[in-house]
């Protein structure tokens, strides 16, 4: 007798017709026709399931401060950052809880049940460290909160930068982050990126740096970064974020630099939703994109996340959790619409992430933690398509979150009275 049976999933792998079994929080089988019964069962009626979504890359203490203390009129990155050093002196420990619970209850309504957030460790109070560990141990029963120790004033430029980023290491932050192209010199930067690699290797971390969060096409600390990693022996724990810059550089140097990359097992994430918005802002036309070479560096066999980055923050004032918005501005910006590549922009929001986190136990097969998102769609392109609406957010066989179906009624002659934007009848 098991828990919990979903019958009749479609999987993001194209198998249908899949029942899911639940035992104690676990997946016991995933295969079609279970012949098995259970205390509940759930009829998914076809539609897809999949793990949960996975964020690689946000920034929770600056979540939902929009309007504090007050809004980016620009909606540039230098009054963001104004702003942020603003903002700054007047953070508290409570709210900075509370608004990254909030956060939170919105990620587990959209299915978004990991997230890798850096945290501005650049104050010598380390207050958000403080408040972002305790939220870490408080959302654990139900998303999985991944802290990345992020000196955003630049660990050699900020003073104190690297003896507060240890501090915060050493109360159990669990990356380490850095952000070279913001140092003063290309040396500099190229010097905080091994000392970072080393920190990172004489603890056993993983590194997640803001790398060449850029136009200048010469900003190149990814090469070093892929370096240091292959140096020290980091294959697989390491991650350059943004890569922007990689969008103008030289296309000879990129040919040289993604084996580079794959070499030294260095793994990639792209924001699309802050990279489309924030790049390119001092082009005349036409103006560069400036999202990484995100299908160039899924074909040299590099993996490749989506981050949202931002929600509601002093750099954006936009967003709700939902990572299927940034898959679908992903494969807009990157051009992704081959059917391969769509369901590769899927990957980018669930699969890889969880991959480049090392997130224990996820996934559909037997022996995995039952945590699963049913979505009012067919498959992952129409979840892409539809931003589809999350009808059922289980964690570890408990349902923690359901959403109705959308669905518009029509009042017009002859025609259906309702409809969800899905293809029917054929
Ligand atoms: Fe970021």
């Excluded at 290797?201 to 600390?221: F, I, K, Q, T």
Aim: charged share 20%.
């Amino acid at each position: 007798m098991l828990d919990t049976i979903l019958r009749n999933c479609t999987l993001a792998d194209g198998r249908t017709g899949i029942d899911i079994g639940i035992r104690d929080g676990l997946i016991v089988a995933a295969e079609p026709a279970l012949a098995a019964t259970a205390a509940e069962t759930i009829d998914a009626a076809g539609q897809l399931v999949t793990p949960p979504f996975v964020d690689a890359h946000f920034h929770m203490d600056a979540t939902l401060s929009y309007g504090l203390p007050r809004v980016n009129a620009s909606g540039t990155l230098l009054e963001g950052i104004a702003l942020w050093g603003e903002l700054k002196p007047q953070l508290t420990r409570e709210a900075l809880v509370e608004r990254a619970l909030a956060y939170c209850d919105w990620a587990v309504a959209k299915g978004l049940l990991a997230i890798r957030s850096h945290v501005d460790v650049c104050d010598a109070r380390l207050l958000a460290v403080d408040a972002l560990l305790e939220v870490k141990e408080k959302v654990a029963p139900y998303l999985d909160l991944q802290l990345v120790a992020f000196p955003q004033d630049g660990v050699l430029r900020s003073a104190g930068a690297l003896d507060n980023l240890e501090r915060a290491l050493d109360m159990g932050v669990d990356v380490v982050g850095g952000i070279p192209h913001f140092e003063r010199t290309m040396a500099d930067g190229a010097e905080s990126v091994r000392i970072l690699c080393e920190i990172a290797a004489e603890r056993g971390l993983m590194v997640d740096m803001h790398c060449d969060e850029s136009d200048d096409p010469l900003s190149r600390h990814i090469e070093i970064l892929a370096f240091q990693s292959q140096r020290l022996g980091l294959h697989g724990r390491v991650t350059g974020s943004h890569l922007t810059s990689m969008h103008s550089m030289d296309n000879y140097y990129v040919s040289k630099l993604l084996p580079l990359m794959k070499e030294a097992g260095v793994a990639a994430i792209a924001n699309p939703l802050i990279n489309i918005t924030l790049q390119g802002r001092h082009d005349g036309y036409p103006k560069r994109r400036g999202m990484t070479r995100v299908p160039e560096l899924l074909a040299a066999g590099i993996p490749v996340a989506f981050g949202h980055d931002c929600v509601m923050d002093p750099w954006y004032s936009l967003g709700s959790g939902d990572m299927l918005e940034v898959a679908h501005m992903g494969l807009h910006v990157a051009q992704m619409t081959g059917q391969a590549a769509m369901h590769q922009c899927f990957a980018a929001v669930t699969e890889t992430p969880a991959a480049i986190l090392g997130l224990e136990g996820y996934g559909i097969a037997p022996g995995c933690r039952a945590d699963l998102v049913l979505l009012q769609a067919a498959d992952p392109v129409e979840a892409i398509r539809l931003r589809a609406t999350r009808l059922m957010v289980m964690r570890a066989g408990r349902v923690i979150a359901r959403t109705p179906p959308a669905l518009a009624r029509l009042d017009l002659p002859g025609r259906p009275s309702e409809l969800d934007w899905r293809l029917t009848g054929r």
